[in-house]
């Protein structure tokens, strides 16, 4: 086998999928914005993403917090520069720990959900079901997921700095005999607007990838439930890459202004 | 509607999947009002060739007519007007899980047709009703129903927006030799008492017999034989001739391997 026609076909399939994906993310933005919208089915997926994701992003956020003041303590108490320790609880939840632990936990949570649900549909025809009967299935499964999405880890994100930022300050407050007014006063002096917004719109940027994945591969699934499974698998593991790659992205176009 | 013009007309259909072909050079012409039977090996298409006049497959050549206008390219709400003529008894029914069986009867009312949600209900009762279920089964969820109640409620569904043409994807695969027979009779009237135009694609062929005007046979992409029920016995074709009768031995070669 020629290994440059092998390097070649690898580069063309990755051209291919990348273009699949584009056409795909393309008509389902253009149905997520051209009535009709369905509302009902846009409210169930905001329960199914925000409400019942709360305990486990809660979870990690309040754990983060705790062990983020920790360590910083750790690290700052050499420097004998302690209080800044507030500081780093606050700025590193808004900004980094926030978004990218609730979208890797919302993506194993969310995103399989909806690889397993529409790819189920897909490999027992009722998508096709759905096409018959008049029912664009993009209007009607992706678009209110990739909506959904978008708008709740932004609020999910709000929470979750929130309670990290109180794991931070029972932390430091209870354990490393911080002054609870000095701890909060702290958090606030050095927080700026821009640390959160650029965190929310992380968020959104998550919450959109990990519907378009989940989406995507549950739409393209095949193969019965084997290929379900597999649908479920990439779902998760291209969602937390292409999380953490525009992480890094987003903080560079928001570090450079 | 001039009756010279077919309600389907299918001319030079070909679908492949890669290097596999499924159909090639297909033709077939459906009347308005008859009840059409394909009949087929397991594999040999018939899914597709449903799927390929629906477009949810697109076809790489060939044309599919209704009622004399190319539907192979129409998008968009001419699309959408098209699937309107049409309703489809799936396979394995399709039901959406996700709804109440009800909900999946009014689906077409109001999705479709931006029905009230209380009297699409009203509709989706008479027409579970139509085909022998009770409104205590419409509260179910699709998951609890037993295989031929499955297919009854497919079979509601795609009637409920009262189409021209229906499409029944192996109706009695599946259930046993009874409640197929009872599926074959809902078929029967509700194609006699609606007047619809009726594509039905099988390998079962008690069933074909009963609910045929005319019966045409795919093998190897395309139709080999056609003609009424009535002279399906004396067909003088000898692929037709296994296929009724159920032979291994014969001109079909099934992909087996001999030991
Ligand atoms: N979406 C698809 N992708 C690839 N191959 C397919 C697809 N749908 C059907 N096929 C192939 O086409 C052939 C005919 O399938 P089908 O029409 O479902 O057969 P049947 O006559 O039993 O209904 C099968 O060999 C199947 O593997
Ligand atoms: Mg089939």
Not at chain 1, 26 to 54: D, T
Not at chain 1, 64 to 76: C, D, E, K, N, P
Request: hydrophobic content about 50%; overall charge neutral; glycine content about 10%.
């Amino acid at each position: 086998m020629n290994p440059i026609a092998a390097i070649g076909r690898v580069f063309l399939f990755f051209l291919a999928a990348t273009g699949r994906l584009a056409l795909f993310a393309g008509s389902a933005v253009f149905h997520a914005v051209k009535p009709p919208i369905y509302p009902r089915l846009i409210g169930r997926q905001m329960v199914e993403i925000g409400y019942f994701s709360l305990p486990v992003v809660g979870l990690t956020a309040i754990f983060s917090g705790m062990v983020l003041a920790l360590q910083s303590y750790t690290g700052f108490q050499r420097f004998e520069a302690e209080s800044a320790i507030a500081t780093v609880v606050v700025l590193s939840m808004t900004r980094e720990l926030g978004p990218v632990l609730a979208g890797l936990m919302v993506a194993g949570r969310v995103g399989a959900a909806m690889a397993a649900e529409i790819g189920t549909m897909r490999v027992t025809e009722q998508i096709d079901a759905l096409t018959t009967l008049s029912t664009n299935p993009f209007k009607y499964l992706v678009a209110p997921r990739l909506i959904a999405g978008t708008i709740m880890l932004p609020l999910l994100v709000m929470v979750a700095d929130v309670i990290g930022v109180m794991g931070g300050y029972l932390v430091a407050v209870h354990k490393l005999d911080f002054g609870p007014i000095a701890y909060l006063e702290n958090t606030w002096e050095h927080l700026e607007t821009q640390d959160v917004v650029s965190g929310l719109v992380k968020a959104a940027a998550f919450g959109f990838l990990i519907a378009l994945m989940g989406c995507y591969h549950g739409y393209h699934s095949r193969g019965g439930a084997q290929g379900v499974g597999n649908a479920t698998t990439n779902a998760v593991v291209s969602a937390s890459i292409l999380i953490l790659t525009s992480n890094y992205l987003i903080t560079e176009a928001f570090f450079s202004r | 509607m001039n009756a010279a013009i077919p309600k389907i007309r299918i001319r030079g259909l070909a679908k492949s999947f890669g290097p596999k072909v499924v159909l090639q050079n297909l033709d077939l012409d459906v009347t308005s009002g008859e009840s059409l039977v394909v009949i087929g090996g397991s594999g040999s298409g018939k899914s597709v060739l449903l799927k390929c006049i629906l477009g949810l497959l697109e076809v790489d050549a060939g044309t599919v007519e209704v009622d004399g206008i190319d539907v192979t390219r129409l998008r968009g709400s001419q699309r959408d007007a098209l699937l309107r003529k049409f309703g489809m008894l799936f396979q394995s029914a399709a039901l959406f899980d996700s709804l109440a069986v009800w909900e999946n009867v009014a689906f077409p009312l109001i999705q479709g047709r931006r029905m009230e949600r209380r009297a699409a209900r009203d509709v989706a009762l008479a027409k579970l009703g139509a085909v022998g279920l009770g409104a205590d089964v419409g509260a179910l969820n699709p998951a609890e129903l037993s295989g031929g109640m499955r297919k009854r409620v497919g079979l509601a569904r795609a009637i409920a927006c009262e189409p021209e043409i229906i499409f029944f994807d192996e109706p009695t695969t599946g259930l046993d030799p009874i409640m197929a027979d009872v599926i074959n009779d809902l078929i029967l009237k509700c194609t006699r008492e609606m007047g619809v135009t009726a594509l039905s694609i099988t390998h079962d062929m008690a069933s074909a017999r009963k609910i045929a005007n005319r019966v045409a046979m795919l093998h190897d992409g395309r139709i080999i034989w056609h003609g009424p029920v009535a002279t399906i016995d004396a067909n003088g074709n000898a692929h037709v001739d296994q296929f009724i009768h159920g032979r291994a031995e014969g001109p079909i070669q099934m992909a087996v391997l001999h030991p």
